[in-house]
Protein backbone atom coordinates (compact mmCIF):
# COMPACT_ATOMS: atom_id res chain seq x y z
CA UNK A 1 0.00 0.00 0.00
CA UNK A 2 1.51 3.17 -1.21
CA UNK A 3 2.05 5.78 1.79
CA UNK A 4 2.67 9.56 0.93
CA UNK A 5 4.99 11.74 3.64
CA UNK A 6 5.38 15.17 3.41
CA UNK A 7 8.35 16.88 5.34
CA UNK A 8 8.52 20.11 6.97
CA UNK A 9 4.22 19.78 7.66
CA UNK A 10 5.21 23.84 8.23
CA UNK A 11 7.75 26.03 6.74
CA UNK A 12 8.14 29.99 7.59
CA UNK A 13 10.64 31.70 5.44
CA UNK A 14 11.71 35.50 4.37
CA UNK A 15 11.40 36.57 1.04
CA UNK A 16 14.49 35.61 -1.45
CA UNK A 17 15.25 32.66 0.10
CA UNK A 18 15.66 29.74 -1.47
CA UNK A 19 13.76 26.31 0.14
CA UNK A 20 13.34 22.50 -0.83
CA UNK A 21 10.31 20.50 0.34
CA UNK A 22 10.30 17.03 0.89
CA UNK A 23 8.11 14.03 0.02
CA UNK A 24 9.03 10.45 -0.02
CA UNK A 25 6.85 7.22 -1.04
CA UNK A 26 7.17 3.84 -0.11
CA UNK A 27 6.14 1.81 -2.88
CA UNK A 28 8.79 2.68 -5.76
CA UNK A 29 6.27 2.00 -8.66
CA UNK A 30 4.49 4.70 -9.19
CA UNK A 31 3.47 5.89 -12.49
CA UNK A 32 4.27 9.46 -11.90
CA UNK A 33 4.55 11.95 -9.18
CA UNK A 34 2.69 15.19 -9.28
CA UNK A 35 3.49 18.92 -6.88
CA UNK A 36 -0.01 20.77 -6.38
CA UNK A 37 -0.63 24.56 -4.88
CA UNK A 38 -3.51 24.57 -2.77
CA UNK A 39 -4.24 27.94 -1.22
CA UNK A 40 -6.97 28.31 1.19
CA UNK A 41 -10.81 27.04 0.94
CA UNK A 42 -9.59 26.30 -2.95
CA UNK A 43 -9.20 23.40 -5.14
CA UNK A 44 -5.66 22.02 -6.38
CA UNK A 45 -3.20 23.91 -9.27
CA UNK A 46 -1.14 21.40 -10.54
CA UNK A 47 2.50 22.46 -11.06
CA UNK A 48 4.82 19.83 -12.07
CA UNK A 49 4.53 16.63 -12.83
CA UNK A 50 7.48 13.65 -13.20
CA UNK A 51 6.99 10.50 -14.96
CA UNK A 52 8.57 7.60 -13.38
CA UNK A 53 11.07 7.50 -16.25
CA UNK A 54 12.01 11.09 -15.93
CA UNK A 55 14.65 12.82 -12.90
CA UNK A 56 13.43 16.51 -12.56
CA UNK A 57 11.09 18.65 -14.21
CA UNK A 58 11.14 22.34 -13.82
CA UNK A 59 8.87 25.25 -14.55
CA UNK A 60 9.92 28.67 -13.73
CA UNK A 61 10.97 29.04 -10.82
CA UNK A 62 10.27 25.67 -9.68
CA UNK A 63 12.02 22.01 -9.84
CA UNK A 64 10.81 19.20 -8.79
CA UNK A 65 13.13 16.33 -9.04
CA UNK A 66 11.98 12.10 -8.39
CA UNK A 67 13.87 9.60 -7.16
CA UNK A 68 12.06 6.06 -7.40
CA UNK A 69 15.04 4.13 -5.45
CA UNK A 70 14.87 6.20 -2.38
CA UNK A 71 11.59 6.80 -2.80
CA UNK A 72 11.33 10.18 -2.37
CA UNK A 73 11.25 13.76 -4.50
CA UNK A 74 11.84 17.09 -3.65
CA UNK A 75 10.02 20.26 -4.74
CA UNK A 76 12.67 23.45 -4.84
CA UNK A 77 11.78 27.32 -4.90
CA UNK A 78 14.18 29.96 -5.62
CA UNK A 79 13.62 33.50 -4.92
CA UNK A 80 10.83 32.83 -2.63
CA UNK A 81 7.82 35.21 -3.20
CA UNK A 82 4.83 36.01 -0.80
CA UNK A 83 2.73 35.24 -3.79
CA UNK A 84 4.33 31.39 -2.90
CA UNK A 85 2.28 31.26 0.68
CA UNK A 86 0.40 27.76 0.02
CA UNK A 87 -0.05 24.77 0.70
CA UNK A 88 2.21 22.27 -1.26
CA UNK A 89 0.78 19.00 -1.72
CA UNK A 90 2.70 16.15 -3.43
CA UNK A 91 0.97 12.83 -4.65
CA UNK A 92 1.89 9.62 -6.11
CA UNK A 93 0.10 7.68 -9.37
CA UNK A 94 0.04 3.81 -9.52
CA UNK A 95 -0.87 1.60 -12.16
CA UNK A 96 -4.87 2.14 -11.44
CA UNK A 97 -4.10 5.76 -11.71
CA UNK A 98 -5.81 7.12 -8.18
CA UNK A 99 -3.34 9.71 -6.55
CA UNK A 100 -1.87 9.01 -3.00
CA UNK A 101 -1.77 12.71 -1.47
CA UNK A 102 0.66 13.43 1.46
CA UNK A 103 -0.60 15.67 4.34
CA UNK A 104 1.20 18.62 2.45
CA UNK A 105 3.67 21.81 3.69
CA UNK A 106 1.81 24.59 4.82
CA UNK A 107 4.39 27.58 2.91
CA UNK A 108 4.42 31.06 4.42
CA UNK A 109 7.14 33.34 2.98
CA UNK A 110 7.01 36.85 4.94
CA UNK A 111 7.94 40.04 2.86
CA UNK B 1 -11.90 24.73 -22.90
CA UNK B 2 -12.29 26.27 -18.83
CA UNK B 3 -10.97 23.03 -16.91
CA UNK B 4 -13.04 20.81 -14.65
CA UNK B 5 -16.05 22.59 -12.81
CA UNK B 6 -18.18 21.38 -10.02
CA UNK B 7 -21.16 22.29 -8.45
CA UNK B 8 -22.13 24.20 -5.87
CA UNK B 9 -19.07 25.71 -4.77
CA UNK B 10 -20.46 25.50 -0.92
CA UNK B 11 -23.50 23.78 0.44
CA UNK B 12 -24.99 23.66 3.62
CA UNK B 13 -26.95 21.14 5.02
CA UNK B 14 -28.68 19.33 8.09
CA UNK B 15 -27.43 16.41 9.56
CA UNK B 16 -29.92 13.58 7.66
CA UNK B 17 -30.46 15.74 4.55
CA UNK B 18 -29.66 13.98 1.30
CA UNK B 19 -27.07 16.00 -1.03
CA UNK B 20 -25.63 15.87 -4.19
CA UNK B 21 -22.57 17.36 -6.09
CA UNK B 22 -21.96 17.52 -9.79
CA UNK B 23 -18.55 17.94 -11.71
CA UNK B 24 -18.39 18.61 -15.63
CA UNK B 25 -14.64 17.41 -16.81
CA UNK B 26 -12.14 18.68 -19.26
CA UNK B 27 -14.34 17.89 -22.22
CA UNK B 28 -11.96 15.43 -24.01
CA UNK B 29 -11.19 13.39 -21.21
CA UNK B 30 -12.49 9.82 -20.55
CA UNK B 31 -11.61 9.56 -16.97
CA UNK B 32 -13.01 10.98 -13.99
CA UNK B 33 -11.68 10.96 -10.25
CA UNK B 34 -13.64 12.21 -6.77
CA UNK B 35 -11.26 12.89 -3.76
CA UNK B 36 -12.84 14.06 -0.10
CA UNK B 37 -10.65 16.42 1.89
CA UNK B 38 -10.69 16.76 5.09
CA UNK B 39 -8.97 20.11 7.24
CA UNK B 40 -5.19 19.90 7.69
CA UNK B 41 -5.10 16.57 5.44
CA UNK B 42 -4.40 15.54 1.90
CA UNK B 43 -6.90 14.28 -0.50
CA UNK B 44 -8.47 11.01 -0.04
CA UNK B 45 -10.03 8.86 -3.42
CA UNK B 46 -12.73 7.60 -3.41
CA UNK B 47 -13.88 6.43 -6.77
CA UNK B 48 -12.87 7.02 -10.52
CA UNK B 49 -14.86 6.13 -13.66
CA UNK B 50 -13.54 5.30 -17.40
CA UNK B 51 -16.24 6.69 -19.81
CA UNK B 52 -19.28 5.91 -17.63
CA UNK B 53 -17.89 2.58 -15.73
CA UNK B 54 -17.41 2.90 -12.46
CA UNK B 55 -13.73 0.90 -12.54
CA UNK B 56 -12.27 1.46 -8.72
CA UNK B 57 -14.00 2.53 -4.98
CA UNK B 58 -12.81 3.10 -1.70
CA UNK B 59 -13.18 1.75 1.38
CA UNK B 60 -14.07 5.75 2.33
CA UNK B 61 -17.12 4.97 0.00
CA UNK B 62 -19.74 3.69 2.39
CA UNK B 63 -23.11 2.61 1.24
CA UNK B 64 -24.24 5.91 1.97
CA UNK B 65 -22.14 7.32 -0.96
CA UNK B 66 -22.94 6.85 -4.26
CA UNK B 67 -21.26 8.20 -7.95
CA UNK B 68 -22.95 8.55 -11.51
CA UNK B 69 -21.29 9.26 -14.61
CA UNK B 70 -24.33 8.17 -16.57
CA UNK B 71 -22.95 9.31 -20.02
CA UNK B 72 -19.41 9.12 -19.89
CA UNK B 73 -19.57 13.08 -19.21
CA UNK B 74 -20.58 14.65 -16.23
CA UNK B 75 -20.58 12.81 -13.02
CA UNK B 76 -22.55 13.02 -9.49
CA UNK B 77 -21.35 11.77 -6.40
CA UNK B 78 -24.67 11.53 -3.94
CA UNK B 79 -24.41 11.50 0.06
CA UNK B 80 -27.36 10.30 0.89
CA UNK B 81 -28.74 10.95 4.90
CA UNK B 82 -25.82 13.29 5.68
CA UNK B 83 -23.66 12.82 9.05
CA UNK B 84 -21.50 15.45 10.57
CA UNK B 85 -18.28 13.49 9.46
CA UNK B 86 -19.40 13.88 5.88
CA UNK B 87 -18.18 17.38 6.37
CA UNK B 88 -15.44 18.01 3.91
CA UNK B 89 -14.05 19.45 0.86
CA UNK B 90 -15.07 17.26 -2.22
CA UNK B 91 -12.84 17.01 -5.38
CA UNK B 92 -13.30 16.23 -8.78
CA UNK B 93 -10.42 15.66 -11.41
CA UNK B 94 -10.13 14.23 -15.09
CA UNK B 95 -7.30 13.22 -17.40
CA UNK B 96 -7.47 11.58 -20.91
CA UNK B 97 -6.46 8.04 -21.54
CA UNK B 98 -4.00 8.20 -23.87
CA UNK B 99 -2.07 10.26 -22.16
CA UNK B 100 1.28 8.82 -21.05
CA UNK B 101 1.90 11.16 -18.31
CA UNK B 102 -1.53 10.10 -16.34
CA UNK B 103 -2.05 13.98 -14.99
CA UNK B 104 -5.27 15.03 -13.06
CA UNK B 105 -6.55 18.19 -13.42
CA UNK B 106 -8.38 19.21 -10.68
CA UNK B 107 -11.78 21.18 -9.98
CA UNK B 108 -12.16 23.91 -7.14
CA UNK B 109 -13.90 21.25 -5.27
CA UNK B 110 -17.95 21.67 -3.44
CA UNK B 111 -17.09 22.06 -0.02
CA UNK B 112 -19.83 20.48 2.23
CA UNK B 113 -20.67 21.67 5.96
CA UNK B 114 -23.43 18.88 7.64
CA UNK B 115 -24.88 21.00 10.82
Known amino acids: KQEVTQIPAALSVPEGENLVLNCSFT??????LQWFRQDPGKGLTSLLL?????REQTSGRLNASLDKSSGRSTLYIAASQPGDSATYLC??????????FGTGTLLAVQP | DTGVSQNPRHKITKRGQNVTFRCDPI?????LYWYRQTLGQGPEFLTY????????KSRLLSDRFSAERPKGSFSTLEIQRTEQGDSAMYLC?????????????FGPGTRLTVT
Open chain 2, 49 to 56: FQNEAQLE
Open chain 1, 27 to 32: DSAIYN
Open chain 1, 50 to 54: IQSSQ
Open chain 2, 93 to 105: ASSRLGDKTYEQY
Open chain 2, 27 to 31: SEHNR
Open chain 1, 91 to 100: AGGGATNKLI
